[in-house]
């Protein structure tokens, strides 16, 4: 148990062995002393993880924020490679000498988490993969046109973000709004907001992730960890049907599908997905 | 509607190009003169196909049941590919004059069901897929050894066909029973039973499909029909991950898991198969 949270959390620095001082949170306890490491999506800083998701998460696991490199408060520059990107969270990972870890990647960060599974799978514990999909799949080759106006735009507006994130019906809208409350509430020690520059090396590397090679799938039979998937029933940003792939593909994995939702389902059911995860990460300790 | 049923409609037969006697069953009626055409699976005549899932599919469509080459009443020999059965179908589909069919495929049928929606894009306008999976797709290389073991022995019994098709439940287990009582109400008319030969061809083709091939998921991607996956929260034979892998990569493609179940999904809940087959085919045939 911790008293500090996502709204109190202290955002803290640490210079890793490639020169970037990184940006991170770091708050709750795991019993089995192994820390869960979220990574962001697009255009995300660490005060875009919903409060109501990670604290609740943070009641059973350490939970640990990060800006990767050259994104919100960390230094350095954003690379335009999921490869470069999970490099550069490596050494995060370094600095802090975590040896064991879980990791929850969302959208972005979801493919940063196949990537550093991947590399490090004798360090990655357990895999949470939510809004995201594989390399080289069809569907997975950008976003379409309505998506990326709107994603894509100078400012992220709360109109934009619901749009992305939210399924175009009254109930998921509602719950949109109630997210955006909640991560807009903390007032005091904000994140730096991501820049321009962010966005367009990030949709680089998302486009870069997305070139049609259906070879690459062959990569998520590579991914040992136990994986847990979350996705809405209609996310139109990353379609739902790359979360099915990967259920099929990745040999120990298990699917949950929110109804009613896009792609921020884990913000709009926020209590149930910390739930699903605090389930999953006992689970597998408990099967150890 | 028809007051013929698969515990009475005669058994056919008719001789195709290839010089093979097919035999097979037609009734009901489609409003659309569109027929069904179903695709048997491992070890199966036309007396498998469960009365009420087939009655009750017969209510909407024109239903067809056929004993491939070698199969049961059907003359000829069991190939041992599945592309050679799909050209041994398509002699039978072209001797019956069909140019526009749905096709229904379970199992080692789905196998053939697939690969004839490729082959003959223009005449094959839907596809209902059943406790199948794709060529190549991790897991697909062959069956675990129980199912190996209950699945190949010379004289199929109820307790074999019972451990293959339903789940380890008690719920599971009843619904079986009452499926091996209504494919055996049929006494007058019944099909020849399949050989020991058709057993080991089958199964050399069953192999032959499941050989690891990454490459070949990238068939799924050229399944143009639209197409209903239907299959059992856990296919011991099967696994039920496949069936998320085709829904991932076909590109306009639906799944509906059914609860307690495993390979005779279709079988245990015939009834609520029929509906969501019948709906889902009258719901393309209205979007054209």
Do not use: C
Request: a negative charge; hydrophobic letters at 40%.
């Amino acid at each position: 148990m911790t008293d500090t949270s996502q709204l109190t959390a202290p955002t803290l620095t640490v210079e890793a062995a490639n020169g970037v001082t990184y940006a991170y949170r770091r708050f709750g306890e795991s019993s089995d002393g192994v820390p869960l490491v979220f990574l962001m999506h697009f255009r995300g800083n660490l005060d875009n993880w919903d409060p109501a998701l990670v604290d609740a998460v943070a009641q059973k696991q350490e939970v640990i924020l990060v800006d990767n490199a050259g994104v919100g408060g960390s230094t350095g520059t954003v690379p335009s490679t999921i490869k470069q990107m999970t490099i550069d969270l490596i050494a995060f990972i370094d600095v802090l000498g975590l040896r064991t870890f879980d990791v929850f990647g969302f959208s972005l960060g979801g493919f940063v988490a196949q990537e550093i599974a991947l590399l490090r799978p004798w360090a990655v514990r357990n895999l949470v993969l939510a809004g995201t999909g594989p390399a080289g799949a069809p569907g997975m080759h950008g976003w379409r046109e309505d998506i990326q106006r709107e994603s894509r735009i100078d400012q992220s507006t709360a109109e934009s973000l619901l749009y992305i994130f939210f399924a175009q019906t009254d109930t998921s809208r509602e719950l949109g709004k109630a997210f955006l409350g909640r991560i807009f509430a903390r007032t005091d020690d904000r994140d730096e907001p991501t820049t321009a520059a962010t966005r367009d090396a990030q949709y680089d590397a998302i486009l870069d992730w997305g070139i049609p090679d259906i070879t690459k799938l062959e990569r998520l039979t590579g991914i040992s960890q136990p994986t847990l998937i979350l996705q809405g029933d209609d996310d139109r940003m990353i379609p739902t049907k790359e979360s099915h792939t990967m259920v099929g593909l990745i040999p120990n994995a298990r699917l949950h599908i929110f109804p009613d939702a896009a792609h921020a389902s884990i913000f709009q059911y926020p209590e149930e997905a910390a739930v699903l995860v605090n389930d999953f990460i006992s689970e597998q300790s408990s099967a150890v």
